[in-house]
């Protein structure tokens, strides 16, 4: 039994000695890092999602209810989709200095351009009969909005979380640009020090939180929008 354990933790050790690229005494060893790293990364994702959609919701009903200014909001959120990250990054340094804000920043920026055209093209894919239908019961805009418009425009509007979210979890990791990168750390010290096992594993991490979320997404929105599911059924039967 004393040499069949010896024999496993040496067995162990020997996957760091040898720098394997699958290696679960790294994982056992330096689990408290690798949760932090987590966790960062997820509530960096969170927070940059959420002010996303906070930024692109008034920008689409701006563009929605002024077609004259849809075209520049959505050159704008393109054109700041097409800016390199370090380039975003150098821009934004001198407003957040070396921080979380600026990581966040540069997210929600990226996120703009998935987000309002996602809610643009839900809000216009709305039937006009609904609207009308809405009016002649004596909806006002806002109630229109609320309790017509959007409940129906979900289904475009989560598909556009989906991406972003998605999108936000893989652009997080150049965030160790300045340290606040989540599992983009691991991965950066990693492949600065050959480190395999970290390399490998925070990458695996990341395609899992990806993985994770957007299945999460997705059954959040087959949720909030059951009419979905019942059209689906009919169109099979």
Not at 47 to 56: C, E
Not at 74 to 93: D, H, K, N, Q
Request: glycine share 8%; net charge positive; aromatic share 6%.
């Amino acid at each position: 039994m004393i040499t069949g354990r010896a024999g496993t933790e040496q067995a162990a050790q020997s996957c760091l000695a040898a720098n394997d690229w699958i290696c679960g005494e790294y994982i056992r060893s330096r689990s408290q890092e690798l949760t932090e790293a987590t966790v960062q990364h997820v509530w960096i994702t969170v927070a940059s999602v959420l002010i996303g959609l906070a930024v692109a919701f008034p920008l689409a009903l701006l563009a929605r209810a002024r077609p004259r200014f849809a075209g520049p909001v959505l050159g704008l959120t393109t054109l700041l989709y097409t800016i390199p990250s370090l380039a975003m990054f150098s821009l934004l340094l001198p407003f957040f200095g070396l921080s979380a804000a600026l990581v966040v920043t540069g997210l929600v920026l990226y996120s703009l351009t998935i987000l309002v055209r996602n809610i643009m093209a839900g809000l216009e894919a709305v039937p006009a009969e609904a609207r009308e239908a809405a009016r002649g019961m004596g909806y006002g805009p806002a109630r229109l909005l609320w309790e017509v418009e959007l409940p129906l425009a979900l289904p475009a509007l989560m598909a556009g979380v989906r991406i972003a979210t998605v999108s936000t979890i893989a652009l997080t990791t150049v965030g160790a640009l300045v340290g606040k990168g989540g599992l983009g750390n691991l991965i950066d010290d990693g492949v600065q020090t050959t480190f395999k096992a970290q390399v490998l594993t925070a990458s695996v991490l990341c395609v899992l939180l990806a993985a994770v979320a957007d299945l999460l997404l997705l059954g959040a929105q087959r949720l909030l929008t059951p009419w979905t599911r019942i059209r689906t059924a009919e169109a099979k039967a």
